[in-house]
């Protein structure tokens, strides 16, 4: 009998080592085979089509093989798989229901991976945050914004907003505004600036620059630029031409505006001295002179304009000449 269970312990023993090298050995050979197979096919769509493409193909293929190969191993080693795609699709039901913004995000993906608003490399502006497409999946998009961080957005709130493209096409234009002061001829100052923009190596002779006088601005006329470039040149645009048009503006004795603030402090503008009146007593005021008063009823807030009140400092009766005015 103990023979028996020895010999029982020993075949399982084997047979469970058997099932887990044959489910190593898979594992081993089947992932570096999925990951072979996606980065081939990558390279291949994207040298015929477009990196965005390649990158979709990819994932397209490792997961489409993952999933082949789980089905295969759990079908090799006795696994059914009725059953077992019966409660699949139960509970992908109820998960339908449970990631309802999964599936929008995943439909709004499939709608920009076929209208294609962007690719792969493209400077992207979303409300107000702008970066470079690194990837476009079937969630969501992922841009590296210029401060080199990680920004992700759901494809549906790209398909319910309004984004920018700044570099889908290969020009692009370069809109500013330069003001100089008013003692300045306008045709003088526009031969001026057209003769920068026209030598400006990175700008483009068609479409032309476009110089115009904008508009008489509170301290400066102000003149609207707009020249076009390769979108590549971007940076070098920005810099080259400002500089340009700053040096040849002091060369040729053209002031650039600015806004003045002037600050006046005058004898005017002191505090107020502020003074107490109080009024004259019958005890050193005559008939005569009170008589000139008018009537005996005279209102007391009245006799602010007549001189039966004087200007005196302020004093500790200031309270009690206020209750006197007031009776």
């Known amino acids: 009998m103990i023979h028996d269970w020895l010999e029982f312990i020993y075949d399982y023993t084997l047979s469970e080592v058997d099932f887990f090298l044959r489910f190593l050995l898979i594992i081993l050979i089947g992932v570096p085979f999925i990951k072979f197979m996606g980065d081939m096919i990558e390279r291949l769509i994207a040298q015929y089509y477009s990196s965005q493409a390649g990158m979709l193909a990819k994932k397209a293929i490792q997961y489409g093989v993952s999933i082949l190969m789980a089905l295969m191993i759990l079908d090799h080693f006795g696994f059914s798989l009725g059953p077992l795609l019966g409660a ?3 509970l992908g039901i109820g998960f339908g229901f449970a990631a309802k913004e999964s599936l929008s995000n995943f439909i709004s993906g499939l709608f920009l991976i076929w ?24 969630l969501s998009v992922k841009l590296l914004k210029l401060d080199n961080t990680f920004l992700r957005i759901p494809n549906a709130h790209l398909m319910n ?25 306008i045709k003088d100052v526009l031969d001026l600036l057209a003769d920068v923009a026209n030598k400006n190596l990175y700008v483009l002779n068609e479409p032309e620059p476009r110089i115009m006088f904008k508009q008489f601005g509170p301290s400066s ?41 002037t600050l006046y402090s005058g004898k005017h503008s002191g505090p107020f001295e502020i003074q107490q009146v109080t009024p004259f007593t019958d005890s050193n005021k005559t008939r005569e002179e009170h008589s000139r008063l008018g009537e005996a009823s005279l209102d007391p807030s009245e006799a602010y304009k007549t001189d039966a009140y004087t200007a005196a400092p302020l004093g500790p009766d200031s309270t009690k000449l206020e209750d006197e005015i007031k009776e």
Do not use: C, M
């Open 115 to 138: 209208e294609r608003p962007f690719v792969v490399g493209d400077l992207l502006q979303v409300d107000l945050e702008r970066g470079v497409v690194h990837s476009v999946d079937l």
């Open 221 to 261: 006329l102000d003149f609207d630029i707009g020249v076009w470039f390769e979108k590549e040149d971007f940076k070098a645009i920005k810099n080259s031409i400002n500089h340009e048009i700053k040096l040849r503006l002091e060369q040729e004795g053209v002031e650039i505006a600015f806004p003045h603030l």
């Open 88 to 90: 699949a699709g139960i």
């Open 161 to 185: 907003s309004v984004f920018i493209n700044i570099t889908h096409f290969q020009i692009r234009r370069y809109d500013f505004v330069v003001g100089v002061t008013y003692d300045n001829n």
